[in-house]
């Protein structure tokens, strides 16, 4: 059993910056392939970023591309979004996830373990 607890989530005016963070417990972190999805309100939850186990493939969708960087560090137990330009568009609750099969998917059916979610809101 993997836990996930996301963090850094905030207010930030349009064109800032945030970095989210999500600690892992556990001794198998490394295998896992992570991703950040995220879900407005009256949307559906949807992929933002993915990374292998390893953090040789990273994987973003097509409207953050440029703006958001999915990175992990093993020995920390710990995957960042780093997110840069952020808009309105962005507001959102953002969702830690781990794969055991350590791929990096789009998918949310992919992923095992999904942490409680971080607010993010991006004013206009």
Same mark, same amino acid.
């Given at each position: 059993? +993997?836990?996930?607890?996301?963090?850094? !989530?905030?207010?930030?005016?349009?064109? !800032?910056?945030?970095? @989210? #963070?999500?600690?892992?417990? !556990?001794?198998?972190?490394?295998?896992? %392939?992570? =991703?950040?999805?995220?879900?407005?309100?009256?949307?559906?939850?949807?992929?933002?970023? =993915? &990374?292998?186990?390893?953090?040789?493939?990273? /994987?973003?969708?097509?409207? +953050?591309?440029?703006?958001?960087? &999915?990175?992990?560090?093993?020995?920390?137990?710990? +995957?960042?979004?780093?997110?840069?330009? @952020?808009?309105?568009?962005?507001?959102?609750?953002? /969702?830690?996830?781990?794969?055991? %099969? %350590? &791929? =990096? #998917?789009?998918?949310?059916?992919?992923?095992? /373990?999904? !942490?409680?979610?971080?607010?993010?809101?991006?004013?206009?």
């Amino acid at each position: 059993q +993997v836990q996930l607890v996301e963090s850094g !989530g905030g207010l930030v005016q349009t064109g !800032g910056s945030l970095r @989210l #963070s999500c600690a892992a417990s !556990g001794r198998t972190f490394r295998t896992y %392939g992570m =991703a950040w999805f995220r879900q407005a309100p009256g949307k559906e939850r949807e992929f933002v970023a =993915a &990374i292998s186990r390893s953090g040789t493939s990273t /994987y973003n969708t097509e409207s +953050v591309k440029g703006r958001f960087t &999915i990175s992990r560090d093993n020995a920390k137990n710990t +995957v960042f979004l780093q997110m840069n330009s @952020l808009k309105p568009e962005d507001t959102a609750v953002y /969702y830690c996830a781990a794969a055991r %099969g %350590g &791929i =990096a #998917s789009a998918t949310m059916s992919a992923y095992d /373990y999904w !942490g409680q979610g971080t607010q993010v809101t991006v004013s206009s």
